[in-house]
Every structure is written in structure tokens, then in C-alpha cells.
């Protein structure tokens, strides 16, 4: 066994009167070792390329205008496919997007404030917004739903959008 090489150990237990009792009639252990063929390409290739072509780019937001606020802001909705699952409020100051407050349900139900985000010259907003509200997870703060949702319908009743109403997934049961 090298250096590098990965070692796993499992053995059957079962637990009496608070006490683990070990089986050792049924240990097993692996050895699975590094491939240095395989770390040669990871090197070569860079392991984030390798892990982008693997996983994809994760979660993509679709990030659609709402409308303007009475004081200039701008409410957008954030989307996955076609399920409304956030709301952001932003004001354009110069080559900079400043996002005041958002809040996303899903896939973790998150909320973030005062961010800074350039914008080039004719980059349209909504495709800035959707490229970097990924980062924005990076520094949000992980929050209940409910604390969430009353964030992304405050937001919407600011442009006298309809608020989000709470999804409501049964699991199918099977007859018997």
C-alpha cells in the first residue's frame, strides 16, 4: 500500500445493552490504489474541465423582469425551467448592478443583500443577473422557506406581482 492509495475497512457490528459488538468473522478490507496513468490526465487536463464535462454546470437560473419599483428599482423573478423560485430587487448605477435583496427557495432556500456586480455595456442585466447569481449563493445566508418565501413575495408585491404560493408535493401512495 502506497502512499495515496485508498484503504476501506468494514466489519459487522451489532449493538447490545449499549455495547458495540464487533463480528470480526465478517471483516473485509480493500485496497484501491492510485492510477498514475489516470492522475496524468487529470494534470494535463485540469481537473475543473474534467469536472465540468462530469457534473455539467449545475444549476442555471433564468432570470426574467418583473417591473420597476416607484422609487426606480428593478424586481426580477428568478426561474428553474418553468417554476418561479426567487425574486432579487436591483438598482443600475452606472456599469454596476447593485442587487439591494434577493432570496431563492429552491434547491436551499437562501437570502443575500448588497452585492455589487459589473455590467459591460451592452450586457443585458438579466444575463448578468443569471450568470453571477451563483456566486451570490456563495456568500447568502441559508434561511427557513417560510423566512425566504416572505422575502420573494415581498419583493414581487413591490411591482404588484402575485406572491409565490407554497408547493405542496404529495408522494403517490400504492394501493394494496
Same mark, same amino acid.
Given at each position: ?5 485508498? &484503504?476501506?475497512?468494514? !466489519? ?6 449499549g ?5 470480526? %468473522?465478517?471483516? %473485509?478490507?480493500?485496497v ?5 496513468? !489516470?492522475? @496524468?490526465i487529470v494534470?494535463?487536463l485540469?481537473g475543473a474541465?474534467?469536472?465540468q464535462?462530469?457534473?455539467g ?8 423582469? #418583473?417591473?420597476?419599483?416607484l422609487?426606480?428599482?428593478?424586481v426580477?423573478?428568478?426561474? #428553474?425551467?418553468?417554476?418561479e423560485v426567487?425574486?432579487?430587487?436591483v438598482?443600475r448605477l452606472? @456599469? ?7 432570496a431563492i427557495?429552491h434547491?436551499? +432556500?437562501m &437570502? ?5 456586480? %459589473?455590467i459591460?455595456?451592452? *450586457?443585458s +442585466?438579466?444575463? &448578468? ?5 451563483? *456566486? ?8 427557513? =422557506? =417560510?423566512?425566504?418565501r416572505?422575502?420573494? @413575495?415581498?419583493?414581487?408585491e413591490? &411591482?404588484?406581482t402575485? +406572491?409565490? =404560493?407554497r408547493?405542496?408535493?404529495e408522494?403517490?401512495q400504492? =394501493? %394494496?
Amino acid at each position: 500500500v502506497d502512499k495515496g492509495d485508498v &484503504v476501506r475497512i468494514r !466489519i459487522d457490528y451489532q449493538i447490545e445493552g449499549g455495547k458495540i459488538i464487533w463480528d470480526p %468473522s465478517r471483516l %473485509s478490507i480493500e485496497v484501491f490504489r492510485r492510477d498514475k496513468e !489516470i492522475d @496524468n490526465i487529470v494534470r494535463s487536463l485540469g481537473g475543473a474541465i474534467l469536472w465540468q464535462e462530469a457534473f455539467g454546470k449545475g444549476v442555471e437560473y433564468q432570470v426574467v423582469k #418583473l417591473g420597476e419599483t416607484l422609487d426606480g428599482d428593478l424586481v426580477y423573478t428568478l426561474k #428553474l425551467g418553468d417554476e418561479e423560485v426567487g425574486s432579487l430587487v436591483v438598482t443600475r448605477l452606472d @456599469n454596476e448592478l447593485f442587487i439591494k435583496k434577493g432570496a431563492i427557495l429552491h434547491p436551499s +432556500p437562501m &437570502v443575500f443583500e448588497r452585492l455589487r456586480i %459589473s455590467i459591460q455595456e451592452g *450586457e443585458s +442585466p438579466e444575463s &448578468v443577473l443569471a450568470q453571477k447569481i451563483l *456566486e451570490a449563493q456563495k456568500i447568502g445566508r441559508h434561511v427557513a =422557506e =417560510e423566512e425566504a418565501r416572505k422575502i420573494v @413575495n415581498y419583493l414581487r408585491e413591490r &411591482v404588484m406581482t402575485p +406572491p409565490l =404560493e407554497r408547493k405542496v408535493y404529495e408522494e403517490s401512495q400504492e =394501493e %394494496s
